[in-house]
């Protein structure tokens, strides 16, 4: 299991080293006693009920926690709305001006819409949509890059109670499609297009196309973000420019529904285990207790700050840190759209300096191209704005988390590594920076409130210095409730390999302190660049260009991305081309078929795959292969043969 780290981790039992917080960043910070822990666990319910106090409610709850394995419903009862959350209670207080949102176009153009200017784009948005015939409970998906309107667009569904599906830029038109039929959207907000190093993604013309296979769609908003860089075909009838019926709403104001608590906010789809991705359900008040909570109190995020989160919000971690915990906190939320090497590699570097970024919270993969680019980018700025980083989305190695202290965070400021994943919602283990010691390369403790624990195969707990799988004990408010149409799915595939109990798909280990060191995942979703993709779909895409016969995918370890895409596949008889020109060719069917971040950085044509004399593809033995290693056992092996060539045929390659 958890291939990339098992070998080193014994020599990350042993990190020596520690970080303490300053007495002045403990002093300032939001939770600097670690009461906060013992007071949550005497009282989890209380705990989570004073957090929840935090929001706005129309109506209060009844009850804190209902919980039916698997079924859970936080604050039954109570009412609330997640855009009168994140609006409306700032525009009637000094927030009123406050930046709420600062955006910063890849061309370099720059936008900053106050509490009241977002409160104003928003309320124009939610009119549009209900002119469209988007009502309570109707989906509507957004196909956007890192603009303003992507923010508008999902406050203003909130507004209306229609949960919002935003489907990542970078997914091609057979995924969007495939998301879009999933949760039946009636409508699709989109753009002319998108600034990606300098280029244009095509994300109408890959609307257009997406649309052909889902019947469901009646009218797509197009935002003009390329201007006149290029013409997109409208469909009159079903097209329509967001900028017209924006005016068109003129100066709307839209009552924000009184929803349940439980009431859908958004469905977010991830990969898993098999060809499918799910769509995770997320509600609405639990979801905005949990993303505020964090927001405050690990990112740390006060009034004065001005923060970054550099991911995309077309995954969870924009979802919950730069758009609802933020905004619900009042906090100033920096967007950035396009490629942090453009137009050269100190582009991050330039928007902390220019808007004096305080926290930034941002991705393994980034700070360690970073590292490779040298430390002479963060050099040619003033970042000593800087009092928190964060990092979230994979292991992070100890080296990349003291480059990141050091040479960004001037080796004087907290470093906090969050573990979380889509379906939780919301951080789940990570350190408090004005409480915990930090060590490089450990997420540390479970938050207040959130019971973990690392178990062997029988669910047993196993006991400080060993480890095993990741769990989670105890319901948390921002958890997903359901997989969008496919309950039984998420009982299966979540609560039924350790009864009533949370099995999260990662590995872990804790230190004799009770650091958690995770490992990454036991089951076959692999992590590229921090982006989660099943090593079925992958497969699927493979088997679906006419050459393959059969294909086994696997993870193997890349220096900057974490995990890099190989593909072993078979061919069909009848295909005689060249080798290369094939694997060139099936690169870019896998891109096409889910989006580039799928592309498989090697394929290796194969006369046969190992598999078991049950035909089970033997994922582990080309796992050793593709890492040079002794080969394991293969008596289950159909024809031991069969290895030895593909060795062959691979190190020949490599
Ligand atoms: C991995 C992203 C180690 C993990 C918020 C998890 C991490 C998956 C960390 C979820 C971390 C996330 N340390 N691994 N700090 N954070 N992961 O759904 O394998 O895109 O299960 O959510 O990323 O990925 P997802």
């Known amino acids: 299991m958890a291939d990339d780290r098992t070998g080193s981790i014994d020599t990350l039992l042993h990190e020596e080293r520690r970080y ?38 129309f109506e209060p709850w009844n009850k804190v926690l209902d919980w039916d394995v698997p079924k859970a419903q936080w604050f039954v009862g109570g009412k609330l709305n997640a855009s009168y959350n994140c609006l409306d209670r700032h525009v009637k207080t000094w927030r009123k001006n406050k930046a709420a949102i600062i955006w910063e176009g890849e061309p370099g153009d720059e936008r900053i819409l106050t509490y009241q200017d977002l409160h104003r784009e928003v309320n124009r948005c939610a009119a549009t949509l209900q002119r469209f015939g988007v009502h309570q409970g109707d989906r509507v998906a957004i196909y956007l890059g890192m603009i303003p309107e992507l923010v508008i667009a999902m406050l203003a569904c909130a507004r209306i109670g229609a949960p919002h599906t935003v489907v990542f830029g970078g997914f091609s038109p057979d995924a969007l ?15 002319d297009g998108a600034w990606r190093r300098g280029n244009i993604v095509p994300l109408k013309e890959n609307v257009d196309r997406a649309l052909k296979t889902c019947p469901s769609v009646r009218t797509v908003l197009v935002v003009n973000r390329v201007m006149n860089a290029t013409r997109v075909p409208m469909d ?48 609405t008040g639990g979801y905005l207790v949990g993303t505020q909570m964090t927001s405050a109190t690990v990112l740390d995020i006060k009034d004065t700050d001005t923060y970054w989160c550099t991911a995309d919000i077309g995954w969870v971690t924009g979802h919950s840190y730069i758009v609802y915990g933020p905004l619900s906190l009042g906090a100033t939320s920096v967007m950035y759209e396009g490629a942090p090497d453009h137009p050269d590699k100190d582009r991050f570097w330039a928007i902390i300096e220019k808007y004096k970024i305080n926290v930034l919270y941002t991705a393994p993969t980034a700070i360690r191209a970073f590292m490779r680019w040298g430390s002479e980018f963060p050099l040619r700025h003033d970042l000593s704005s800087l009092r928190l980083l964060g990092t979230v989305g994979e292991p992070i190695n100890p080296e990349a988390w003291v480059w990141y202290r050091k040479h960004i965070g001037g080796d004087r400021v907290p470093v906090v590594d969050t573990w ?44 400080l210095g060993g480890g095993g799988y990741l769990v989670l004990k105890r319901p948390w408010p921002a958890m997903a409730r359901t997989i969008w149409g496919d309950p039984d799915r998420w009982k299966r595939q979540y609560w039924d390999r350790f009864p009533g109990i949370y099995f999260t798909g990662d590995g872990a280990k804790r230190d004799k302190e ?19 993709i099943g090593t079925m779909e992958l497969e699927s895409a493979l088997v679906s260009h006419d050459s393959v016969a059969e294909a086994a995918v696997i993870g193997i370890p890349h220096e900057i991305k974490g995990q890099a895409i190989a593909a072993f596949v078979t061919l069909r008889a009848d295909e005689t081309r060249p080798h290369k020109e094939l694997i060139e060719e099936l690169k870019k069917h896998v891109t096409e078929r889910i989006g580039a971040i799928a592309r498989p950085d090697k394929i290796f044509i194969t006369a046969e795959l190992p598999k078991t004399r049950s035909a089970k593809i033997m994922r582990r033995l080309l796992r050793d292969i593709a890492e040079g290693h002794i080969l394991g056992d293969t008596t289950t092996l159909a024809d031991p043969n069969v290895i030895q060539s593909i060795k062959l045929q691979y190190e020949e390659r490599e």
């Open 236 to 283: 009159e009838g079903r097209d329509h420019w967001w900028h017209r019926e924006m005016d068109h709403s003129g100066g709307t104001c839209v009552e924000p529904a009184v929803l349940d608590s439980e009431h859908p906010l958004y469905i977010l789809y991830t990969s898993g285990t098999t060809g499918k991705p799910k769509g995770l359900m997320h509600t």
């Open 514 to 532: 009770g650091y958690y060191w995770i490992l990454g995942r036991v089951d076959d979703v692999l992590n590229i660049a921090g982006h989660r």
């Open 420 to 463: 979380w994943q889509t379906e939780t919602g919301m951080m789940m283990i990570a350190p408090l920076p004005g409480i915990t010691e930090l060590k490089p390369g450990s997420a540390t403790f479970p938050l207040p409130g959130i019971e973990a624990d690392i178990v062997d195969d029988r669910g047993n707990s196993i006991p």
């Open 20 to 57: 303490s917080p300053s007495q002045e960043f403990k002093a300032a910070a939001r939770w600097n006693s670690p009461a906060i822990y013992e007071r949550a666990q005497r009282d989890p319910d209380g705990f989570w009920a004073e957090m929840a106090k935090e929001l706005d409610w």
């Open 177 to 191: 499609s495939d998301r879009i039929q999933d949760s039946e959207v009636k409508l699709v907000i989109t753009a």
